[in-house]
């Protein structure tokens, strides 16, 4: 299974409380800074901010930007209903060391239309 649909499937698996794959792709000296917070976080912490989210979210496969054994690019967008709908794109950055994820950062950009009129694909598929 490729990288980015492993992560993919850690982070659904994630959403509905189930970690195990999450905490065997991240490495144990995972860090990342967060960069709506402005602190570092692990994957503890990762996890915590997942289990809280409260919003209704269907997220998109992500599409590889690029990709090597060292570095895995991704974006992705979601649908995002908070009461009203919502959609952003996303572009994470992961760095790997020994085949984990060692650090990673997250860019989000608020849209002003829903990304699926546009591209290959329907919400339907993610939900």
């Given at each position: ?16 409380g ?29 996890k915590v901010i ?22 895995l ?7 995002v ?10 572009i ?25 009129e ?7 598929d993610?939900?």
């Amino acid at each position: 299974m490729s990288r980015v649909k492993i992560y993919q499937k850690a982070w659904s698996l994630a959403l509905k409380g189930d970690f195990s794959l999450v905490d065997q792709i991240y490495h144990p000296d995972y860090r990342s800074f967060d960069l709506r917070t402005g602190i570092y976080t692990n994957i503890d912490d990762d996890k915590v901010i997942v289990t809280t989210e409260n919003e209704e979210i269907f997220t998109s496969y992500p599409d590889v930007l690029y990709e090597n054994d060292e570095f895995l690019c991704i974006i992705a967008y979601q649908k995002v209903s908070d009461p009203e709908t919502r959609y952003r794109s996303f572009i994470t950055a992961i760095n790997y060391k020994d085949g984990q994820i060692l650090s990673q950062k997250t860019t989000v950009q608020e849209l002003d239309f829903d990304p699926s009129e546009h591209l290959d694909w329907n919400w339907e598929d993610y939900q």
